[in-house]
Structures are given as C-alpha cells and as structure tokens.
C-alpha cells in the first residue's frame, strides 16, 4: 500500500481544501436542457486505483458509454482526504471519454464535508463541470426536518440534505458539489434513481467491481 510522503502535510492539504471551497459555484450552471449524466466511482487493487465512469442518457437512463482507466495510487487513505486519493483514477477514466456529460454523479461528498470540499466538489473545480455529491453514507451534519425535507446542518449551514430514494430503503446524502444549487442536486438524484442507488453510480460502481475483481485475479491480489 501506498505510503504518505514525508513532504506531505495534513494541515496544508485542509488549508487547500478550505481555500478550493471558496471557488466552489453553489448555484445551476447547467444547460437549460440536461441530455446526459455521468458516474463516478473509484475503487482499489492494491495500490492501483481503478476509475469508471458511466454517461448515461438523462432522460432514458440508458446506457451511451463506459470508460475504465487505471493508475498507480500514491497516497494512502486519510479520512477527510479522500480527493487527493480518488482524483488521478477518476480523471484518467474521464479523460477517455469521447463526450463529457452535462452533470456529474459521485459515489461522494460535495459540501457535506468539514472542510467544504470533499471529493464530488473537488472533481466539479478540476474538470470545470456540475458535479452533484450523492453518497452512501453521512460524514458530517445533524439532520434537521423543515418543510417535508431532511437537510443536512453543520455550524448552522445547511450543507446536503438526507434523500431517500426507495420506500424502505436507507437514504443517500446529496449534497452540492460545483456549479449545481442543492434543490437541483437533490431533483437529478431523484430523476436518477430506480432503486436506492442512482442509475449511472450503480453502473459505474458495477463497472469499477468488474475491473477489481479482474486485476485482482490477474495479480493474485487478494480484494
């Protein structure tokens, strides 16, 4: 596994964290019509990070295209740090596209972050593109019920908002990510949902196991 260089500092990568959030655009800057959506979802053999990405039709869900890229990864995983970990893979993949979609979906936090940049917002300011935060699990703020909604409130600031996406089944915490305000974030999940997980995340994550499983196999890496 990967180890942290003696160069690197925990504190400065926060600092950059806190000063990128600055930059983040916490309002639609989509086209008037959305004609596709993307996934993004990173996953490790090892010390190789896998990227995959799905672009999805937006309004059929169905399927356009698929990109996998791969990379040696060169920092370990650090909690709140996970950007600097999942960038590379994620751009490499992204780059392979023949098109980039109008909105990104990532397996990931956007503002719902204690630094304000998690990995969906740090994605949207690389790539200059909406991105929307749509993760699995909460990492920071109190849920607060207003109006028939369950935001998500950190210091005071709503910062992502507890959507369920199936009757019954656990909920996603949307949160922005770049260039997307937070009712449309939360409006993109909804419309992308079949099931709990939205459709290009689920295929991106699908995409991403398959890749693992076939370097791992390659490798003899144990996953």
Known sequence: M????????V??????????????????????????????DVSYVGSIGIGAITVLDYES???????????????PYIPTLLSFREIPPAIAAIKRLKVLPDVFLVDAQGLAHPYRCGFASHLGLALGKPTVGAAKSRLIGTPAEKNGRTFLVDKGEVIGEVVTTKPGAKPIYVSIGHMVSLD???????????GRIPEPLLQAHNLATKERIKLASESKVNI
């Open 2 to 9: 990967p180890k942290l260089s003696k160069n690197f500092s």
């Open 11 to 40: 504190k400065k990568a926060h600092n950059t964290q806190v000063c990128l959030s600055k930059k983040l655009i916490l309002e639609d800057r989509l086209p008037q019509k959305i004609r596709t959506v993307g996934g993004v």
């Open 61 to 75: 869900l169905e399927l356009l295209e698929t990109q996998v890229a791969t990379c040696d990864v060169k920092m």
């Open 184 to 194: 449309t974030a939360v409006k993109i999940v909804k419309h992308c949902s079949k």
